[in-house]
């Protein structure tokens, strides 16, 4: 059982647009949360993180927004670039399994110039 | 910047072999990880290590074991590697946070085909 989804396998979007980028979780006891970025031919990249005391933080262009109540985060990314094509992951962790990351499947995000 | 390298990109071994994956972190790093990544699947945890000579079993540990010897290298060993053990493998690291959770950096990962 999943538990952390990201349930659109692909999004396209139209450069200097708004990418959303949307993921599910089941487990209340996760408390921290991650975005990576990953190219082809190379590994994960971090790019944002979030804590559960949080609501919202912004990092430049990313933004990532967590809602406790409905078990949802998503990442923003604007304005949407052609070099921010890439593959998204979410992950989450518990406090007391800092090291543990659970991996959404991913969402392969493809930005037209 | 956090160096993670793994040793070899891609690997065509035989079923039955056994496999070796190198990964080394610059960094002094405390914790390193494996993983696997499959299509749909996101990644999914191996083993962990979070000291020299210490580790922990991930989410799918059957059929791998790991080796810490040293702060800086994290090996992961297919002991009799078999077709669906075909993957992208990463390596990753990242500073004993305590409390206070840090974020992994990954290697670029080694494409292995068991044949």
């Known amino acids: 059982d999943q538990q952390v989804k990201q349930n659109s396998p692909s999004l396209s979007v139209q450069e200097g647009r708004i990418s959303i980028l949307n993921c599910d979780y089941t487990?209340?006891?996760?408390?921290?949360f991650l975005w990576y970025k990953k190219y082809p031919a190379e590994g994960p990249t971090f790019l944002i993180s979030?804590?559960?005391?949080?609501d919202k933080n912004e990092d430049g262009r990313f933004t990532v927004f967590l809602n406790k109540s409905a078990k949802h985060l998503s990442l923003h990314i604007v304005p949407s670039q052609p070099g921010d094509s890439a593959v998204y992951f979410c992950?989450?962790?518990?406090?007391?399994?800092?090291?543990?990351?659970?991996f959404g499947s991913g969402t392969r995000l493809l930005v037209r110039p | 910047d956090v160096k993670v390298t793994q040793s070899s990109r891609y690997l065509v071994k035989r079923t039955g072999e056994k496999v070796f994956l190198e990964c080394v972190q610059d960094?002094?790093?405390?914790?390193m990880f494996w993983y696997r990544q499959d299509p749909g699947l996101g990644l999914r945890l191996i083993y962990f290590?979070?000291?020299?000579?210490?580790?922990e079993k991930g989410d799918i540990p059957e059929g791998y074991s790991v080796s810490r010897e040293k702060k800086e290298r994290f090996s992961l060993i297919l002991e009799s590697a078999s077709t669906n053990q075909t993957s992208m493998y990463l390596c990753?690291?990242?500073?004993?946070?305590?409390?206070?959770?840090?974020?992994?950096?990954f290697g670029d990962g080694t494409r292995l085909s068991i044949l």
């Open positions: 290590s979070y000291d020299v000579k210490m580790k």
């Open positions: 990753a690291s990242s500073i004993f946070g305590g409390y206070s959770n840090q974020p992994q950096h």
């Open positions: 487990n209340s006891m996760f408390d921290y």
């Open positions: 960094m002094d790093h405390e914790n």
């Open positions: 979030i804590s559960s005391i949080k």
């Open positions: 992950a989450a962790s518990e406090m007391d399994s800092s090291y543990k990351l659970i």
